[in-house]
């Protein structure tokens, strides 16, 4: 089975632009999540998705969003993109969602904000 | 608010030593616990997990972790670290919100 995969995996924008990232989940998982790493505050959640439905929101602004496709696949949107917004955002899927499910993980898509 | 605590920022140790890493989480009910690594140029895959059951959990590559839940602890455990233990390792703990994780405990192994 293919793993997690994200797209692009580096990005370089600058201040003030907007950025979507792509996340496809492992086949028949149909839980999503979304998380930045940077490394002074490693993982934070940012969002879980599950049947196309936001579960779950972690403590970010409203700059921040997500969708979820019929096909499970998920996208994060982030506007006006700040300086400090540079991280390695991460995409887990999980096969349902229970929360004693195991995560995979994906590589991660690179964001440097100029 | 759910909170996961790593009390080890770096921890830095010689080949063969023993190897504990804290972790203390603070939701009070049913509670999911997870150890997840990150190798250098890897994604995060998972060690181990503990739901129920036995509170000593052993996982992959000769780790192991024990749920003490009078202590709200769940430690990591190697009694004897190789220098392909480098990694960062971050506990994650889930209850009735999602995935809370520590902000990771970076292990160098030095020959």
């Known amino acids: 089975k293919a793993g997690v995969t994200q797209t692009p995996r580096y990005l370089i924008k600058t201040r003030g632009q907007q950025v979507t990232l792509s996340c496809s989940p492992i086949?028949?998982?149909?839980?999503v999540s979304w998380y930045q790493q940077t490394p002074g505050q490693g993982l934070q959640f940012l969002f879980e998705y599950f049947s196309e439905t936001q579960r779950n929101k972690g403590n970010f602004p409203g700059r921040f969003s997500g969708r979820q496709f019929s096909n499970s696949r998920s996208e994060m949107n982030v506007s006006t993109l700040e300086l400090g917004d540079s991280a390695l955002y991460l995409c887990?899927?999980?096969?349902?969602?229970?929360?004693?499910?195991?995560?995979?993980f994906g590589p991660g898509t690179r964001l440097t904000v100029l | 608010a759910q909170s996961v605590s790593q009390h080890n920022h770096h921890v830095i140790l010689s080949e063969a030593a023993s190897l504990e890493l804290g972790c203390n989480y603070s939701y009070g009910g049913t509670v999911n616990l997870f150890w997840y690594v990150q190798y250098p140029g890897q994604h995060l895959q998972l060690l181990l997990k503990y739901f129920s059951g036995d509170p000593l959990v052993k996982g992959i590559k000769g780790f192991e972790a024990e749920f003490i839940k009078s202590k709200f602890s769940f430690n990591l455990r190697k009694p004897s670290v190789q220098w392909s233990d480098t990694a960062e390792y971050f506990c994650d703990s889930s209850g009735n919100t999602p995935l809370v994780f520590g902000k990771g405990t970076r292990l160098s192994v030095i020959a």
């Open positions: 086949s028949g998982h149909r839980s």
């Open positions: 887990a899927s999980r096969l349902g969602d229970q929360t004693y499910n195991e995560q995979f």
